[in-house]
């Protein structure tokens, strides 16, 4: 169902059903999304659920980056991208990190934490509104 947000960028939705949902930005809206806090929207029956939901303008070709461990987000993980002309190392809000104003392609990815073994995919797809999603072992 599409919804929108009041003055202060406060949105509710009641009653809604409790599930597991996916949030998504219609392609006409101008933005693009940089980080949710979770990834995951679950609503539990009776709970309220909260999300952080970061938005960015719209470019052609973005990348957003989720690193997780064990189905928990990541918070601090440094996410570097290299292709083309971008070398760019971002730190993740919530076990995300969001790279824009891309060209079409492949880049290479590599995600480091303390406390975990670095990972790095040299073939991530950039097309659109692109979103890769790396698990670290400890």
Same mark, same amino acid.
């Given at each position: 169902?599409?919804?929108? /947000?009041?003055?202060?960028?406060?949105?509710? &939705?009641?009653?809604?059903?409790?599930?597991?949902?996916?949030?998504?930005?219609?392609?006409?809206? +101008?933005?693009?999304?940089?980080?949710?806090?979770?990834?995951?929207?679950?609503?539990?029956? +009776?709970?309220?659920?909260?999300?952080? #939901? $970061? #938005?960015?303008?719209?470019? /052609?070709?973005? #990348?957003?980056?989720?690193?997780? @461990?064990?189905?928990?987000?990541?918070?601090? @993980?440094? *996410?570097? #991208?290299?292709? =083309?002309?971008?070398?760019? $190392? &971002?730190?993740? &809000?919530?076990?995300?990190?969001?790279?824009? =104003?891309? /060209?079409?392609?492949?880049?290479?990815? $590599?995600? /480091?934490?303390? =406390?975990?073994?670095?990972? *790095?995919?040299?073939?991530?797809?950039?097309? =659109?509104?692109?979103?890769?999603? *790396?698990?670290?072992?400890?």
């Amino acid at each position: 169902a599409a919804s929108s /947000t009041d003055s202060s960028a406060d949105w509710l &939705e009641d009653p809604i059903e409790w599930d597991a949902y996916t949030l998504l930005l219609g392609s006409g809206s +101008g933005y693009d999304i940089a980080s949710m806090c979770p990834t995951m929207v679950s609503v539990a029956p +009776g709970a309220d659920t909260s999300i952080l #939901l $970061t #938005l960015a303008p719209n470019t /052609t070709n973005t #990348l957003r980056v989720i690193a997780t @461990a064990s189905s928990t987000d990541l918070s601090g @993980a440094s *996410v570097r #991208l290299q292709g =083309g002309s971008v070398d760019q $190392t &971002e730190t993740s &809000e919530c076990g995300q990190a969001f790279f824009s =104003g891309l /060209t079409s392609g492949t880049y290479t990815v $590599t995600v /480091t934490m303390s =406390g975990y073994q670095t990972a *790095v995919d040299n073939a991530v797809g950039v097309s =659109g509104a692109s979103v890769y999603t *790396v698990t670290l072992s400890p």
